[in-house]
DNA sequence: GCCCTTGATCTGTGATCACACTTGATTTGA
DNA sequence: TCAAATCAAGTGTGATCACAGATCAAGGGC
């Protein structure tokens, strides 16, 4: 066989492929309520194939926690509870702390660039468009993860990040709106701890910027709560 | 309506259920060699079904990096690597031992006994049958699992002992036929660790107990290479 | 003799249909 | 009037068929 130089392999995708991608990309961003119920047709319809693909990549979400699968055989979105907050907060500081400090010691200077890119973009749009700043956001993240060198703990994050998407919805939507968006200066924390090469200090700041949110959704459902005591 | 007292939902099992699980013991149990190439027909036949669940049941596999799928489309265990091995061993380490440490402060007496009787069982059939003693350790780490009190940590745990499976085979098979089964000790260890609520005690052994097979391993994939080296 | 082509076979994938079960509104009964 | 029974629409699940791509062996050309 003649070698083909600088050609990546193309890799046929599949309609389960895109209608997977398409759901997490969905999930991750919030575009599904917590409790949702979602039904394989529906989304077939929407999705403009067939049901097969869909049932499969549903399939694939739920293996991954992503959805649940009621007795009756319903399928939804998990819904939000207070355990499972501090549940998934919890697995995200252990596992995405980890993968932040291997990556720390294993950075290069394409990757620092790479980085300060994908955070100049985020500064440039800050509060006009909430779905591009998600996608910035899990862009800055994940390009940090796949530095670790690990092939097994980033599936597990981005099972984490799918749990969390539909949870901290309401909270991007209200720091967007709020502007008071100090996940820039997490970020910038982030970024030079990495150039400096400290982990301790880059789990820290990951550990904040992580955190922001959760806290913001444990108070809001406590006065949800508190609300709903005294109406 | 009528209110039945003590009947537990029983829940309808589908097909792909069954095989979805006959697979994941398969795995664990190491019944499936790294590298082995598998098709949907040949286990629809071997497990007397249709192609449908055992399609659906792989892709969920896959999610869970149990199986990978190549580039040709092609379905199979994934082979063992010595960067795969520190990988999964590193992951293990650091989110089973988590959840030991968050059962430790979490222990009842109904399950220090329960894990009593497992390890009980275990030595009294020590050696005699190897699956036996695959179910029951098995069995004995995820009583304490269960125990931790994270429903987000728990399936990740199995996601690595499905990908951790067809590697270890290997290494039980040697450890069940050289009869030098040192695991009861770490079992033991652990419990008498859990029953002391001591968390520390409790991880370090767990990692002395998760590490064993996964040294044996290191040393048989290096003295493999090496005899290839020099044949 | 060696390499390329061709062919049959087997693979995963997608679409469609049949079925059992759930669910919600309607109708029937007292 | 209210409750129970009934019917119809909608659900996930499983089986079957059609199809494109992969694989590997035998055949044909240089």
Redesign the interface.
């Known amino acids: 066989m003649t070698e083909a130089v600088g050609l990546a392999?193309v890799?046929r995708d599949t309609v389960?492929d895109r209608v997977y991608s398409e759901l997490r990309r969905a999930l991750i961003g919030g575009l599904f309520s917590p409790g949702q119920v979602l039904t394989i047709r529906q989304l077939a319809d929407a999705l403009l194939t067939s049901t097969m693909p869909v049932?499969?990549a549903l399939?694939?979400l739920?293996?991954?926690?992503a959805l649940e699968i009621l007795?009756n055989r319903q399928i939804r979105v998990p819904p939000v509870t207070l355990a499972?907050i501090e549940?998934?907060l919890?697995?995200r500081i252990?596992?995405e702390g980890?993968a932040m400090a291997l990556a720390a010691a294993r950075m290069t200077p394409r990757h620092i660039a790479s980085l300060r890119a994908i955070l100049l973009d985020w500064e440039e749009m800050r509060g006009t468009q909430v779905d591009r700043e998600v996608t910035l956001n899990h862009a800055f993240h994940f390009e940090i993860y796949r530095a670790c060198g690990?092939?097994?703990?980033i599936?597990?994050i981005e099972?984490?990040w799918l749990?969390s998407g539909p949870l901290t919805r309401a909270a991007i939507y209200a720091f967007s709106e709020a502007g008071a968006n100090d996940a820039a200066r997490f970020h910038h924390d982030i970024l030079q701890a990495l150039q400096a090469g400290d982990a301790a200090t880059a789990r820290a700041a990951l550990v904040a910027d992580i955190s922001r949110p959760f806290a913001y959704l444990k108070d809001k459902l406590g006065a949800d709560a508190a609300e709903k005591e005294t109406p």
């Open positions: 392999p890799g389960q049932r499969e399939g694939r739920i293996t991954e926690q007795p499972r549940d998934l919890r697995a252990l596992i980890e690990s092939t097994v703990l599936p597990m099972s984490l749990q």
